[in-house]
């Protein structure tokens, strides 16, 4: 498929300007060559001046015709908008004749549900494994029955071996936020979510509404704890200080407490530790 001639200079706009990749100018290219094949086998060889909403509409409405999703639709709608923007920055065209299209609505998908009958049946006739894979397994399926808005993840060997995970039970609480793009201001350090291993609680404090914890974690990590420096305590950045060989502590203030699970934490309670990854970085190059 040769793209018309008045597409390729986009196409090569957004190849070494916007460094799209090969797919998104392959999708991009697909739509545009469709759009001005109908438009010269409909109209003749009409210049992008003369093109109007009409023509567009007209073009629209044969893919309906032909029972196209509003998903697709709405994806040449979106290519077909870049292309007269770039037009417009171009001086090729003074008004895009996108202004008066409407992008048809997605269809909405209709919740399936399992019955509550069917899911005690294969929580009653399903054996699952005595091991932390069994346990994992039949906390999962309880999990996704029991919130109706869930996230599904996959529990290696590795993450079973190093975090506390193998403890989680139905109705237990878990701290979750979403990924921070590196192009926001950024504060305390980088979490990556690479849990290193387990520690536990070893004494609990309130003073005058913070809380103040200290946790005890295996000597051969303490390198990777300086005073003052960042830790994360279940998904928690926090800042260490008092540090010994195999113990730390934190600073909990209340609005961190109310919103983690760090409030629910009893004595001995393990917790999941990952520690400042450019320690790591250091330490791993010393011991090189």
């Known amino acids: 498929m040769q793209p018309h001639p008045v597409i390729q200079p986009f196409l090569d706009y957004l190849k070494f300007e916007k460094r799209y990749s090969r797919h998104t100018l392959l999708a991009y290219q697909n739509d545009l060559v469709a759009f001005f094949d109908y438009m010269v086998t409909q109209y003749g060889d ?14 629209l409405a044969t893919l309906k015709d032909d029972e196209m999703k509003s998903r697709s639709i709405n994806r040449k709608i979106s290519s077909l908008k870049s292309f007269f923007r770039y037009q417009i920055k171009m001086g090729l065209i003074i008004k895009s004749p996108m202004l008066k299209i409407i992008a048809p609505k997605n ?31 039949r906390l999962v399926l309880h999990l996704f029955y029991n919130t109706g808005n869930s996230h599904q993840v996959t529990a290696i060997a590795e993450t079973l071996e190093k975090t506390n995970l193998y403890q989680w039970r139905m109705g237990q609480w878990i701290n979750l936020e979403r990924s921070l793009l590196v192009s926001s201001r950024l504060d305390g350090h980088f979490v990556q979510g690479h849990v290193d291993t387990t520690g536990v609680l070893r004494n609990s404090i309130n003073r005058e509404g913070s809380q103040e914890l200290e946790f005890e974690f295996p000597e051969q990590f303490a390198p990777l704890v300086i005073e003052k420096g960042s830790i994360c305590i279940n998904g928690v950045s926090l800042t260490a200080w008092d540090i010994t060989s195999n113990s730390l502590k934190v600073g909990i203030i209340p609005y961190t407490f109310k919103h983690t699970n760090l409030q629910h934490l009893e004595a001995s309670g393990i917790v999941n530790l990952e520690f400042d990854m450019i320690g790591k970085y250091i330490t791993r190059k010393l011991n090189l």
């Not at 009409?46 to 073009?59: A, K, P």
């Open 46 to 59: 009409t210049g992008t001046v003369s093109l109007t909403h009409m023509h567009i509409r007209s073009w």
């Open 107 to 137: 269809e909405k998908r209709l919740p399936q549900f399992v019955a509550e009958a069917d899911m005690e049946t294969l929580l009653a006739h399903v054996e699952f494994p005595d091991n932390w894979q069994g346990q994992t397994e």
